[in-house]
């Protein structure tokens, strides 16, 4: 396990997480922003999600052009380098006990009078803290998950690793209320994605997802899964999926940094194939952990 590194500005507890604000790591507890951040008064920020396993990150070039593009979309200028956030990030990693970690970074246009054109002078909050990455579930991989479809009811720019989620937390919190573990969206007949995951299906053996574009999230999972259906030459389609088409799948799946591969063995109610995780998913979940045993080192 690597040793933490230590700075002037560190602090420590045994207890208590310890987080990145601004340059400084500092407790949870001992951390603070002004409620005048645009984050808390507009949510005019993005985010990121980062795994790590034995505190090695998990696609880490990837999620950097993710939340680079983020930003350029909402203009505004990415106040640390690639080389500082991995410096940054590692170094919160190490601060912190647990083996494999789930780091949650965000940037926000930072503290100004609450008005909603730009601030004149650029000054970004930026905020990172990392939880326990819990395994997934042995129970998961036996009985999959059960979803509902919901109308997809977000603006149209999905593509854009937004912190203002309220859509995607009333979809899911409405999957919840009913029993279900994800809720997959449909915008005008057509699944775009999860409220918090990409979609794909199996039809005809052959593995479907929608093409990126402004309507869904560009996931690192997704991206992982092309590249191995890719590399072990599986048929895999980037096309629309009609409603018509997400409801006769042979399987269905949802991929999240933290859900990884989830098989959607429910939906609306009604059982996939015969309940249970399907062959092509068993497949591309190997795949998928023996990538992550690539980052581990013990
Ligand atoms: C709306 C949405 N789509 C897709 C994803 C999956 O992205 P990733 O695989 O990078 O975690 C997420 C992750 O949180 C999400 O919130």
Not at 72 to 92: F, H, M, V
Not at 213 to 231: C, F, K, M
Request: charged share 20%.
């Amino acid at each position: 396990m690597k040793k933490p590194i230590s700075t002037s500005n560190n602090e420590s507890s045994q207890d208590e997480p310890i987080v990145y604000l601004n340059g400084k790591y500092v407790l949870l507890s001992h951390a603070h922003i002004s409620v005048l951040d645009r984050g808390f008064t507009f949510g005019d920020g993005v985010y990121e999600v980062i795994p790590a396993y034995d505190k090695n990150l998990f696609r880490l070039q990837h999620h950097l052009q993710r939340l680079n593009d983020s930003l350029t979309a909402i203009k505004i200028s990415n106040p640390l380098t690639a080389q500082q956030w991995q410096q940054s990030i590692e170094q919160l990693i190490n601060n912190n006990p647990y083996d494999d970690q789930s780091i949650y970074l965000q940037v926000t246009r930072g503290i100004a009078p609450r008005d909603h054109r730009f601030p004149h002078k650029e000054n970004p909050t930026v905020f990172m803290m990392t939880t326990p990455l819990e395994e997934q579930s042995s129970e998961m991989s036996v009985s999959g998950i059960s979803a509902i479809t919901l109308n997809d009811n977000r603006w149209k720019n999905c593509h854009i690793k937004s912190i203002s989620l309220l859509a995607n937390v009333l979809l899911l919190q409405e999957a919840l209320d009913k029993g279900a573990k994800e809720a997959i969206l449909l915008r005008d007949g057509y699944a775009t994605e999860g409220a918090a995951s990409n979609l794909f299906i199996v039809q005809n053996d052959c593995l479907i997802t929608p093409p990126k574009g402004p309507l869904l999230l560009p996931g690192i999972t997704r991206d992982l899964i092309v590249e191995i259906a890719q590399q072990q030459k599986i048929c895999l389609k980037e096309q629309n999926i009609s409603e018509t088409e997400l409801h006769n799948a042979q399987e269905i799946w949802v991929t999240s940094s933290t859900k990884e591969i989830a098989a959607v063995t429910r939906l609306d109610g009604k059982i996939i194939a015969d309940g249970k995780p399907g062959p092509h998913w068993h497949k591309i979940m190997q795949a998928y952990q023996g990538y992550k045993r690539t980052l581990r080192t013990s």
